[in-house]
Nanobody
Framework: QVQLVESGGGLVQPGGSLRLSCAAS????????MGWYRQPPGKEREWVGT???????NYADSVKGRFTISRDNTKNTIYLQIHSLKPEDTAVYYC?????????WGQGTQVTVSS
């Protein structure tokens, strides 16, 4: 199994910025891709974006231009840089990793956008 730990969530005012981190750990695995999902209160979990093994990124239309995913291979960590936060961005943000034998979820980090 691959263990994923998210961090960086918190309370931010509208228009603010936040940087989320997801650190992957384990052994005997190679990560093919990683991504971010989020689940607003009372709603289904939705895809936010993905970064592939070739560093190609894709984003949901709702976050394009505001969210950026990056990767630090030396730390087995991906980041989600968020700008211009809106109240509708309030959600639990989850990290996901795809490996050769399956996929793993992190436990999530809460992002709350409110004035």
């Amino acid at each position: 199994q691959v263990q994923l730990v998210e961090s960086g969530g918190g309370l931010v005012q509208p228009g603010g910025s936040l940087r989320l981190s997801c650190a992957a750990s384990g052994s005997r695995f190679i990560i093919n891709a990683m991504g971010w999902y989020r689940q607003p209160p009372g709603k289904e979990r939705e895809w936010v974006g993905t970064i592939s093994g070739s560093n190609t990124t894709n984003y949901a239309d709702s976050v394009k231009g505001r969210f950026t995913i990056s990767r630090d291979n030396t730390k087995n960590t991906i980041y989600l840089q968020i700008h211009s936060l809106k109240p509708e961005d309030t959600a639990v943000y989850y990290c996901r990793a795809w490996v050769s034998f399956g996929a793993s979820w992190g436990q999530g980090t809460q992002v709350t956008v409110s004035s």
